[in-house]
């Protein structure tokens, strides 16, 4: 059998490749619904990555706000402790 022949033969309409076909309409509507849950489920998995991505740049950026609090507290000290040793 050459490979037409088997993709003929395989095209082929037979009892139960007609069977799938009498509810189209349904099947369509299933398919449907599924591609908004799949549609549905992308959007908030990406949602979440997006607000997970985001807390951790605010940590980060409120850790080095801090970071930098202490070390001008830690130079004003040793300022002031300069200033008075000297006097």
């Given at each position: 059998?050459?490979?037409?022949?088997?993709?003929?033969?395989?095209?082929?309409?037979?009892s139960?490749?007609?069977?799938?076909?009498?509810?189209?309409?349904?099947?369509?509507?299933?398919?449907?619904?599924?591609?908004?849950?799949?549609?549905a489920?992308?959007?908030?998995?990406?949602?979440?990555?997006?607000?997970?991505?985001?807390?951790?740049?605010?940590?980060?950026?409120?850790?080095?706000?801090?970071?930098?609090?202490?070390?001008?507290?830690?130079?004003?000290?040793?300022?002031?402790?300069?200033?008075?040793?000297?006097?």
């Amino acid at each position: 059998m050459g490979r037409n022949e088997i993709r003929l033969k395989r095209q082929k309409l037979s009892s139960g490749r007609i069977a799938k076909h009498r509810n189209y309409d349904e099947l369509m509507a299933r398919h449907e619904r599924e591609k908004k849950i799949k549609r549905a489920t992308y959007a908030l998995v990406y949602f979440a990555i997006f607000a997970i991505l985001m807390i951790l740049l605010l940590a980060v950026l409120t850790i080095r706000k801090l970071e930098n609090q202490k070390a001008k507290e830690k130079k004003a000290v040793y300022a002031e402790s300069i200033i008075q040793y000297k006097i």
